[in-house]
């Protein structure tokens, strides 16, 4: 049976967009760098598009663990939606504001010209959290105006236990892709699982891995 990552590598390159849920203890943060590690050389442009500071929280993480983090999940282009702390990061461009079509607009013009690229999408979450109500229109919105160009890639992520199901409906439904990351509790040990819910792989769909996560790389075991 193939990587998972691979699978999903190739999933993201066909279809956009791609949803990866995760809860805590899922180490989201290094499945989205082996993701980044594998697939960014295919596009010319890496793009983070970052939510009340998540790019910055994601890379404190990363470079806690990985010499690269840099070269590996370093922004090309930096896109901050309400930051506190990214301002330190350089980023392109600042938005501040919880207006899903201003800041849907304003990201469009910020990549406008841009193809052949992938982009990352850091805390819609936390943006939900804050703006609950505004969430439905934000998704919708922000995968339209990344997925425009020919050979875009689009990846986000979501943190499931912060929501409940009806949100978790709604972006679901915009979403091409969805891969879940889980954690379980089984006996007296705690398990790591992955789960491709949907890909234009219909052989993988649904199939789940136990995954363990060590410094120099993410072990993938069939779960029967």
Same mark, same amino acid.
């Given at each position: 049976?193939?990587?998972?990552?691979?699978?999903?590598? @190739?999933?993201?390159?066909? #279809?956009? %967009?791609?949803?990866?849920?995760? @809860?805590?203890?899922?180490?989201?943060?290094?499945?989205?760098?082996?993701?980044?590690?594998?697939?960014?050389?295919?596009?010319?442009?890496?793009? !983070?598009?970052? /939510?009340?500071?998540?790019?910055?929280? !994601?890379?404190?993480? &990363?470079?806690?663990?990985?010499?690269?983090?840099?070269?590996?999940?370093?922004?090309?282009? #930096?896109?901050?939606?309400? %930051?506190?702390?990214?301002?330190?990061?350089?980023?392109?461009?600042?938005? @501040?504001?919880?207006?899903?079509?201003?800041?849907?607009?304003?990201?469009?013009?910020?990549?406008?010209?841009?193809?052949?690229?992938?982009?990352?999408?850091?805390? #819609?979450?936390?943006?939900?959290?804050?703006?609950?109500?505004?969430?439905?229109?934000?998704?919708?919105?922000?995968?339209?105006?990344?997925?425009?160009?020919?050979?875009?890639?689009?990846?986000?992520?979501?943190?499931?236990?912060? /929501?409940? @199901?009806?949100?978790?409906?709604?972006?679901?439904?915009?979403? &091409?892709?969805?891969?879940? &990351?889980? !954690?379980?509790?089984?006996?007296?040990?705690?398990?790591?699982?992955?789960?491709?819910?949907?890909?234009? /792989?219909?052989?993988?769909?649904?199939?789940?891995?136990?995954?363990?996560?060590?410094?120099?790389?993410?072990?993938?075991?069939?779960?029967?």
């Amino acid at each position: 049976m193939r990587d998972p990552l691979s699978i999903i590598a @190739e999933a993201a390159k066909r #279809l956009s %967009p791609t949803l990866i849920t995760h @809860e805590i203890g899922s180490d989201v943060e290094i499945i989205l760098y082996n993701l980044a590690k594998k697939i960014r050389a295919s596009y010319e442009n890496f793009v !983070v598009i970052s /939510f009340n500071d998540a790019y910055a929280a !994601v890379m404190r993480y &990363l470079r806690s663990i990985f010499n690269d983090a840099d070269q590996v999940f370093g922004a090309d282009r #930096l896109i901050s939606i309400n %930051p506190f702390l990214e301002e330190d990061l350089m980023p392109e461009i600042i938005v @501040e504001t919880s207006d899903p079509e201003i800041i849907a607009g304003r990201i469009g013009e910020a990549i406008k010209g841009l193809d052949n690229s992938l982009f990352f999408v850091l805390g #819609l979450d936390l943006y939900g959290v804050r703006h609950k109500g505004e969430l439905p229109l934000m998704i919708p919105g922000i995968t339209k105006v990344l997925s425009r160009a020919p050979g875009n890639s689009v990846v986000m992520t979501f943190n499931t236990k912060m /929501f409940p @199901e009806s949100i978790l409906e709604i972006v679901n439904s915009f979403a &091409l892709n969805v891969v879940r &990351l889980e !954690v379980k509790v089984v006996g007296v040990s705690i398990k790591r699982i992955l789960t491709i819910i949907r890909s234009p /792989f219909m052989e993988y769909n649904l199939k789940s891995w136990r995954y363990e996560v060590t410094r120099n790389a993410v072990i993938f075991i069939p779960e029967k």
